[in-house]
């Protein structure tokens, strides 16, 4: 199935923690499920109004299946963070880099909150097929 590093966390002034998502064709995280730190991602202290930013990777390891992403970010926890892009596909087979972006115009201090990548899979009607 699709596997991606599907979930993440920042710390910018603290730490913000990061849960899992594994929903939709089978998505999981490239790291063992048993390795919480690999799905926190940590971001440099910054100053006020300075944006700091990390890219990291997601990747569809199936040879058939196209997958639909969408980041879910708790708006009201994690004002100040954006994940670019924020919503797309992953073709089979196919990587796809992942920038998220923590900017503050205001001394801030994060508190732990998932950021969740939610997977589907997209599939295709075939013409002519009633359904």
């Known amino acids: 199935g ?3 590093n599907n979930s993440t966390g920042a710390s910018g002034t603290s730490t913000t923690g990061a ?3 594994n929903k939709g064709g ?3 995280n490239n790291a063992s499920a048993n390795n919480d730190d690999a799905d926190i991602l940590r971001l440099d202290d910054t100053p006020v109004g ?5 890219v990291f990777t ?3 390891h199936n040879p058939k299946k196209i997958f639909r992403f969408a980041w879910t970010i708790p708006s009201s926890s994690l004002p100040h963070l954006s994940f670019s892009p924020s919503v ?3 073709l089979p087979g196919s990587i ?3 920038t998220v972006t923590f900017r503050a115009d205001s001394p801030t201090r994060l508190t732990p909150a998932d950021c969740k990548m939610r997977v589907a899979e997209i ?3 075939q013409a002519g097929v009633a359904g």
């Open 19 to 21: 849960g899992n998502s």
């Open 123 to 125: 599939v295709y009607k």
């Open 26 to 28: 089978g998505a999981n």
């Open 50 to 54: 300075i944006p700091v930013q990390s």
């Open 96 to 98: 796809k880099d992942i």
């Open 58 to 60: 997601i990747k569809n």
């Open 88 to 90: 797309g596909h992953l």
């Open 2 to 4: 699709a596997s991606a």
